[in-house]
């Protein structure tokens, strides 16, 4: 079973290893630099559990964990 | 013959510094261009260099040129050449934050694939350097094949190379010949290009197979129907199989471009140091801790808000009536005078009184978005948000609401997603106002105060703002499940790091903001001021075929010039008596009569809803209006207000009809003016914001059915309580 990233513990380093979801926010991810082989640091999560914020290259970027469920991702 | 401008295009992310590389580029010789079809704006400046006219057009912040929206295809036709009314664009200077270089320069690989000339500016190389990261802009020059320019907008520093390599490559620049996609993809947009007859450029034919359900692929299905669709969907298959999946197959492309380019050029530290964004963040994102500093700040800014208003509010009352004297002691007794004292000045200065209030919150809302802060809000707030059918950067917009609901729909501009923009801008007029607030302390004060437990009045005020944050979300997400459905939109969303907001760019918005108010709004409040004020003043003449007027200059007069306190004060209250007169046999007056069967099930009768009535364009009115309806006179000042709270309560308990039920009238009075949208500005601001009548329209319709109904359960149900609880 394949862990995504809104499995992720905050703290946690990972690696993409795929990217799916709807054609749109699949775009949207890779516009803001998500791609296979990026890594990303789960930074945490908001009050109610949602949306998660994580660090990718140098940006912060927040996401809800319905659109962090097509991400998967490997520990590093 | 005069040379042409040089047209050159401001493209990149949000928060990559383009807005203050424009506004430092052209100073103050900037306006707003606006396009058929679309709520998108874009900003238009010039600016002068070795005697070249340069024209600057600032194209909204995006991640990169997959259109899925007219909104967002406008900036690409843009760039195409392919909206009417502007020329294609010269050059593009592409703006990237130099510390978040390969995600920024995915958007420059797109735009190398216009057709012409990129420079890329390299914006705050300072905060790079506080990283550790170094750009070597030569050697990235010669990897890209695009001329780089180190600038930091904020300061101005290399802004002058910059505007000369404009001119240089307006005049000398080739449009780069970057080809990074694979064959594959290449060679399937060429035949789909064949295969349309030049309906679209090039560019949108690569974009058209790429972009899965973007926007050209909506309207060209549209246009050539499913058969034609299929056929696009069968290319994509066959880039499929052939290993070139899109839109996958795209971002591998250009990312291993932009990695092999740029791996020479940045030096990062191995280590990345901890910013100061890093440190502010571990508390504003805590859970805790994010939360309470969020409502503190909420809290204070508020505070802030109605208190630092307060005396300008003061002020432009003092001078409003002043003016009004002003002209009293010029024109004759009459229609004009009337019209202007009472209609436009009194009119529009009691709006014009609200616009502290409403630029403290522009100021307020500039200073977040600036900072940063507001992502790290609309982070915070999003799942409440989403509960109600929107998301976390709605809560910012209709938070605003609560003092003035114009600054807030103007706000949610920052919601890119259409459906949820106008899901906000429609619910927003619900957040209690402090318009509302008048109408509140009257009420309470002549009915909820004397003789009742001390917390009756607080709680009261509580429950009201309660009833709009309560229906609000309500309406929103029922709006969000009918009128305004459709797919979830993407929430995806960055979190740009702190800086400090610039007091010249906030105080730059304010204004912005302030004088489009005035200027778009003021034509329809002053036009439904003048319209209210006509329908109380004719007919002017009483029974007898003496205007009122006359009558009234005549006993005040008299009353002046008469000794003793006695006669003054009946010489006020025969004036105040024909007022009232005067009021109810107007047009206004004479409506409100005919409609008392539909004030009765809300326990009203005329002189409320007449009251109401006027009150429609702007609802503060109504004060006045019931101090002139029940014969107090003007009420300017807080012992005539209380007289007036004294005197309703009296007319109200000795009413007949209504006497036992004076709370549940007045509750109902509330709750119809909190849910109504009695506000001219809202809706012409709404108007503005939606490009549309039929929205403002909507707005008016719904609430007010809303209010009526409210109302009609307060007071059938306080009703209902009375009889059955004493």
Not at chain 2, 221 to 228: D, E, Q
Request: glycine letters at 8%; one cysteine or more; aromatic letters at 8%.
């Amino acid at each position: 079973m394949s862990l995504t990233l809104d499995q992720v513990l905050p703290g946690q380093f990972v690696e993409i290893t795929a990217i799916a979801g709807e054609p749109g926010l699949v775009q949207r991810l890779y516009e803001l630099g998500f791609c296979e082989g990026e890594r990303i640091e789960f930074v945490g999560r908001a009050p109610l559990g949602d949306p998660i914020e994580i660090r990718i290259a140098n940006s912060r970027i927040s996401l809800r964990k319905i659109e962090a469920a097509g991400i998967a991702v490997r520990i590093v | 013959m005069p040379v042409p401008p040089i047209i050159v295009a401001l493209v990149g992310n949000p928060n990559a510094g383009k807005s203050t590389l424009f506004n430092a580029l052209s100073g103050l010789r900037q306006h707003v261009g606006n396009y058929p079809g679309v709520t998108v704006e874009m900003k238009k400046g010039d600016f002068v260099v070795d005697g070249r006219r340069v024209e600057l057009i600032d194209l909204p912040g995006t991640y990169s040129l997959a259109a899925r929206s007219p909104d967002e295809m406008v900036a690409v036709d843009l760039l195409l050449g392919r909206q009417p009314s502007e020329p294609r664009p010269d050059l593009i200077v592409s703006v990237v934050d130099a510390s978040n270089l390969e995600r920024h320069l995915y958007l420059t690989t797109q735009l190398m694939e216009l057709g012409v000339p990129v420079i890329v500016a390299l914006n705050m190389i300072d905060m790079a350097k506080a990283q550790g990261i170094t750009i070597d802009a030569e050697r990235l020059a010669k990897s890209l094949q695009v001329t780089v320019v180190p600038i930091q907008a904020n300061a101005g520093t290399g802004l002058d190379t910059l505007r000369a390599e404009i001119v240089r490559a307006a005049d000398h620049g080739i449009a780069p010949a970057a080809n990074l996609l694979p064959e594959p993809i290449l060679r399937a947009s060429e035949a789909l290009h064949g295969s349309l007859n030049g309906e679209i450029p090039q560019f949108l034919a690569r974009r058209l197979l790429l972009d899965v359900g973007g926007y050209t692929e909506q309207w060209l299905t549209a246009k050539r129907g499913p058969g034609w669709h299929q056929t696009l969907l069968d290319a994509r298959l066959r880039l499929s199989e052939s290993g070139c999946p899109v839109p996958a197959a795209e971002a591998k492309a250009r990312y291993a471009w932009i990695r092999a380019a740029t791996v020479t050029a940045i030096t990062k530290p191995a280590i990345r140091p901890v910013s100061t964004t890093d440190r502010l963040d571990t508390i504003l994102t805590h859970k805790l801790w994010g939360t309470l500093v969020f409502l503190a700040l909420m809290f204070i800014v508020f505070q802030a808000i109605f208190v630092g208003a307060e005396p300008l509010m003061g002020a432009i009352d003092t001078v409003t009536k002043w003016l009004a004297s002003l002209v009293e002691g010029v024109l004759p007794v009459g229609p004009l005078r009337s019209l202007i004292t009472d209609g436009v000045i009194t009119g529009v200065g009691g709006v014009i009184k609200f616009l502290p209030q409403i630029l403290l919150l522009f100021a307020f809302i500039a200073f977040l978005e600036d900072c940063g802060y507001m992502a790290r809000a609309a982070f915070l707030m999003d799942k409440i948000m989403s509960r109600c059918g929107l998301s976390g950067k709605s809560f910012i917009p209709m938070l605003s609401s609560i003092a003035c609901a114009i600054p807030g729909v103007m706000a949610a501009r920052v919601i890119e997603n259409r459906r949820d923009r106008i899901a906000t801008i429609l619910v927003a007029p619900l957040m209690s106002c402090s318009a509302r607030l008048p109408i509140y302390g009257l009420m309470i004060g002549a009915f909820l105060t004397v003789g009742r437990p001390f917390w009756l009045k607080g709680f009261t005020l509580f429950i009201m703002y309660m009833i709009g944050f309560l229906v609000a979300p309500i309406v929103a997400l029922i709006l969000k499940r009918t009128l305004l459905r459709g797919a979830t939109p993407i929430f995806v969303m960055e979190l740009p790091t702190y800086r400090r907001p610039s007091l010249k760019a906030i105080l730059r918005r304010m204004f912005d903001a302030g004088w489009a108010f005035v200027r778009r709004a003021g034509t329809l409040i002053l036009a439904s001021m003048v319209i209210v004020w006509a329908l109380l003043y004719f007919p002017n003449t009483d029974e007898n075929g003496q205007k009122y007027e006359d009558r009234i200059a005549a006993i005040t007069e008299k009353a002046e010039a008469a000794e003793g306190e006695e006669a003054k004060a009946e010489g006020e209250r025969q004036v105040n008596a024909l007022r009232s007169e005067w009021k109810r046999t107007s047009l206004l007056g004479r409506v409100g009569h005919s409609m008392e069967p539909v004030f009765a099930p809300l326990g009203w009768d005329w002189k409320i809803g007449v009251a109401a009535l006027a009150s429609f364009p702007a609802r503060e009115v109504i004060v006045g209006t019931l101090g002139i309806l029940y014969q107090e006179g003007d009420i300017d000042s807080d012992e005539k207000a209380d007289q007036l709270q004294n005197t309703i309560r009296d007319r109200w308990s000795e009413d007949p009809i209504r006497g036992p039920y004076v709370v549940p009238v007045a509750l109902s009075v509330m709750v119809f003016f909190a849910l109504c949208c009695q506000c001219a500005s809202t809706l012409a601001v709404i108007r503005r914001e939606t490009k549309s009548w039929a929205w403002p329209a909507f707005t008016f319709a719904y609430m007010t059915i809303l209010a009526y109904i409210g109302a009609f359960l307060t007071f059938q149900i306080g009703r209902w309580v009375v009889d059955h609880l004493s």
